[in-house]
């Protein structure tokens, strides 16, 4: 990859991981407040360590690939985050500097192949398509747990039948 492909794609990236995190917002604000336990089933999350997992996904991939390496990605929900609200709270404080620290990439670490777990190897701003299919299953599985949780689907790419499009 070029520096002067790879600094176009940052700036397209972030753009559309900036537009992505609006949804994932929405989603995060429609979980029920006292319905963070909800599981559809005992294989699942429950509602709060997917929302956790979903929020905290995105701000270690923007980290991981402003620094074009991936490090242990923790994952574990601190125990100060116990509801809905505690998760939208630390996305909207952690999703800024995140992004803007892929914004600030210099095209050379954009550009520089990077491992991830042996899995796969390609350029570092490349993972940001990555971080974005990851988001969107995971804001489906979410989403699907809200009505059974007496919630409510917000739009995500055009209406739903509890928020229809606006035209």
Known sequence: MTHEVAQTLIGSYADEATQESGITRKILCAIPEEQGA?????KCMSALDLAFHLAASEVWFLNSIANA???DPGGKRPETITTPG???AW????????IDRVRGMSPETAAQVTDFYG?????AIKYMNFLIKHSVHHRGQLSAYLRPMGGK?????????????QM
């Open 38 to 42: 909800y599981k559809p089933s005992e």
């Open 69 to 71: 390496s991936f490090s």
């Open 86 to 88: 505690d998760v939208v």
């Open 91 to 98: 996305y909207d404080a952690e999703f800024a500097p995140a």
């Open 119 to 123: 899995v796969m190897q390609m350029p």
């Open 153 to 165: 689907v917000p739009s995500i790419y055009g209406g739903s039948a509890d928020e229809p499009m």
